[in-house]
């Protein structure tokens, strides 16, 4: 056994070296200031695909410190009330917090420990923001230092001059300037609290909205989040007689909601759109915080194309100006949105975000939700049907020559020959476009002349999950898909234009999947960050399923509702979609080496609802074989200028002729796919408005025990109780409640093309 002397002696050793130790590094570390930060700040420099800089942009050009007398003491006391109410008392560091920051660590759990103003100082200046073990012991030596070092007034003043407000603003002068448009030392008590509650986190805290960074932060949520915090701030302040009652009763009068966005040096036209969609990949694919990202320093090389990029842009606005004319009351609050992917490997190398940043136009519209896409549905549902067969074919695949009803105000039936019922318990009827009695027709005469009832009924002898399988595996978000009830098979759901332009080219590669992306490269300080590889290619489907929806949707052009994409002069697919109530109206097409979609939509600038699009362009309505189809003309007559026409691999015969219920005996003779193209062509009716029915409650998709399925109480993402006429071309339902967007208080923006937007991002 080892003597009391012995391990006295150790135990003296042991506490000699950690005071040594913490002597050292007491002595090693320097005391940062917020000038060193500013220092720091830099720009982001982005970079086209051909490597030519693009725009640069950053923090550095919105920071400005200011001395503690020109910071109100308002905004001084809103901080310490809701941060650090011990700040003039403390040493600078919170043991216990630190404490619990370690242990969380070392049990996996959250990092994040309650920091004094002191320490987050010191990490707004001098360290980095990785979560260690390392970085936590550092940064309790230098706040300790810190608070020997520096007066309360000094670390006070750092800290608002460092901290990360939100929109790139770096220091309370910066944040004062960007919200209200002031200096800081003109802000008033509310107004601090506000400012005060941004640091809680600006991603969810500023009223505009964040659904680029996190889908949560929408301009409404954010608003509640804000109000609540300001208020609770204020009440603090009040608490702790920082604020008298009459102040108090004078700042809670009204919360101080803050000028929107506005667009920052450089970012204006496209250019803007494609900053915000490389940023939220950046984001997506890395550990770097916004704030770190803000501070600048990066260089980000994308995908985009500008000649490609200047070719859409150029087409949106020439068709725009043909057929919009903004003083006329159904032609306002137009908007475009669109996207184009190379097949294959899924670069996205031009998008359409809107009317740019400069014109108060921040909501990414290559990039939002709430936009239901109709009748482009539809080659999903038979790519389902022709990789999965129905539940009457025992797995064996569908042709697309299968015959099903045409007919509108059709009953629609479970897989065990019930109807399915409305939320009344009375049976469902899908509408068409019109009363055209169409009778049975094949499948692919449907898509060509995008008739709803067959696909409805496709859908349900399918299973609306399978549907579903079929489509994420093609690229889109499960997040965007609406209710699995039987208006699912008709566009229902809300992806964006990157991701149904990426989803097309997975036809258009024969079946072979990649994520879309929009960065290949990321620098900081002359190295190359990891975690920006090109997506994996996969095999999403059979590639004989693939080429037989390509060969239907080619038909689409040739002898259907696409009929103005012939206009390319070149072999290209695609399909029109248009949703009830004329809300939304799209194209997405492809030729084997570029997918592009396009949407058209109208908004309430106020209330963010879709308006109908009846009467718009001076249209009795929208149909997606119109402008959109227009749209993607022009630009793909340009952007495939020189290239050479591979058309598409031959489509061999797939599946059985599977018909649907009460279907005429198949002629033995059809067989090939290419048989309907020889059938003259039938042009479809002329559209009609429809009686509007209620969506459906049920469908057979569901087993009895499974947990996951959709029980049918969802609507479809339909308003008010939904209907499901289809729109005027064959289209969804109508469309749900948009959500609220991404960085401009507009009222979409979910990521589904990149960014955060699952996956690999965009």
């Known amino acids: 056994m080892p003597s009391w002397k012995l391990v006295s002696g150790l135990c003296l050793a042991f506490l000699g070296s950690l005071v040594a130790v913490a002597g050292i590094g007491y002595a090693m570390v320097s005391v940062p200031s917020e000038e060193n930060a500013m220092a720091l700040s830099e720009n982001n420099v982005y970079y086209w695909a051909d490597g030519s800089q693009m725009v640069a942009t950053g923090s550095g050009q919105n920071r400005q410190n200011v001395t503690i007398d020109r910071i109100p003491e308002a905004m001084q006391r809103a901080v310490i009330s809701a941060e650090n109410k011990s700040f003039y008392d403390d040493s600078g560091i919170d043991p216990m917090g630190i404490a619990r920051a370690l242990g969380n660590m070392a049990t996996g759990g959250d990092t994040q420990g309650g ?50 407000y939100g929109r790139g603003a770096y220091g309370i002068q910066a944040a004062a300037q960007t919200y209200y448009g002031k200096d800081a030392v003109d802000l008033t008590p509310s107004e601090c609290a506000f400012l005060a509650a941004l640091l809680k986190g600006p991603t969810y805290y500023d009223p505009a909205g964040n659904t680029s960074l996190d889908s949560s932060a929408t301009e409404s949520a954010n608003r509640k989040r804000s109000e609540d915090r300001w208020g609770w701030i204020l009440e603090q302040m009040h608490s702790d007689k920082s604020l008298s009652d009459a102040e108090y009763q004078e700042a809670t ?84 949105g669109a996207a184009s992917v190379k097949p294959n490997d899924g670069a996205i190398v031009a998008l359409y975000g809107g009317a740019g940043f400069e014109n108060g136009h921040f909501n990414n519209n290559a990039d939002t939700s709430g936009i239901p896409v109709g009748s482009t549905w539809k080659p999903f549902v038979l ?218 939509f109208r908004e309430d600038p106020k209330s963010h609802k879709l308006l109908s699009m009846n009467g718009t362009a001076g249209k009795d309505s929208i149909h997606g074989g119109d402008i959109p189809t227009q749209i993607w003309t022009e630009y793909m007559k340009t952007a495939l200028k020189g290239k050479d026409d591979p058309g598409f691999p031959k489509a061999e015969k797939i599946g059985e002729i599977a018909d649907g219920i009460g279907a005429p005996t198949p002629t033995p003779t059809v067989t090939e796919t290419e048989e309907e193209e020889k059938e003259t ?11 509007v029915t209620p969506t459906p409650t049920d469908t057979a998709t569901c087993g009895p025990f499974d947990i996951n399925c959709d029980d049918g109480n969802d609507n479809g993402g339909t308003d008010n109780g939904g209907t499901d006429n289809g729109g005027t071309d064959g289209g969804a339902t109508s469309s749900p409640d948009p959500t609220e967007s991404g960085d401009t208080g507009s009222s979409r923006g979910n990521g589904n093309g990149g960014g955060l937007f699952g996956g690999p991002a965009a």
């Open 115 to 164: 920091s004094t103003i002191t320490q987050q100082f010191v990490k707004n200046t001098y360290l980095s923001q990785d979560q260690t073990v390392s970085r936590k012991f550092k940064e309790m030596f230098i706040s300790i230092k810190v608070g020997t070092k520096l007066s309360k007034d000094e670390i006070l003043q750092g800290y608002l001059n460092t901290s990360y």
């Open 253 to 336: 009068k009204k919360y101080p909601m803050p000028q929107g966005r506005k667009a920052t040096k450089g970012m204006t036209g496209q250019v803007s759109y494609l900053v915000d969609t490389a940023k939220r990949f950046v984001l997506k694919n890395s550990d770097i915080t916004e704030a770190q990202f803000d501070q600048g320093g990066y260089q980000i090389y994308t995908t985009f194309e500008k000649d490609k990029v200047d070719a859409l842009a150029k087409a949106v606005k020439k068709i725009e100006k043909e057929h919009i004319n903004p003083k006329r009351e159904l032609d306002k609050h137009v908007q475009f």
């Open 383 to 600: 790519a389902a049907a022709m990789q999965h067969g129905t539940y009457k074919t025992n797995g064996e695949g569908v042709s697309p020559q299968s015959k099903y009803n045409g007919d509108d105000n059709l009953e629609i039936k479970n897989n065990d020959g019930s109807l399915v019922l409305k939320k009344d318990n009375t049976p469902f009827r899908q509408k068409n476009e019109s009363d055209y009695p169409w009778g049975y027709i094949t499948l692919r005469k449907a898509m060509e002349q995008s008739v709803n009832t067959p696909f409805v009924q496709l859908g349900m002898d399918v299973g609306m999950k399978n549907v579903a399988d079929v489509a994420e595996k093609s690229g889109i978000l499960k997040d965007s898909f609406a209710g699995l009830n039987a208006s699912f098979a008709l566009g229902t759901s809300t992806p964006s234009a990157i991701r149904m332009a990426d989803s097309y080219a997975t036809f258009a590669a024969s079946g072979k999947q990649a994520d879309p992306y929009s960065v290949t490269a990321v620098k900081n300080k002359g190295s190359e960050l990891p975690g920006f590889e090109k997506p994996r290619v996969k095999q999403a489907m059979p590639e004989n399923v693939a080429n037989n929806v390509t060969s239907t949707l080619e038909n689409v052009i040739k002898n259907g509702t696409g009929y103005h994409a012939q206009d390319l002069g070149r072999t290209a697919a695609g399909k029109t979609g248009t949703t009830d109530e004329n809300k939304s109206a799209w194209w997405v097409g492809y030729t084997q080496q570029l997918s592009t979609s396009v949407a058209m």
């Open 681 to 691: 062509p039938s042009a479809p009716p002329s559209p009609t408005e429809t009686e």
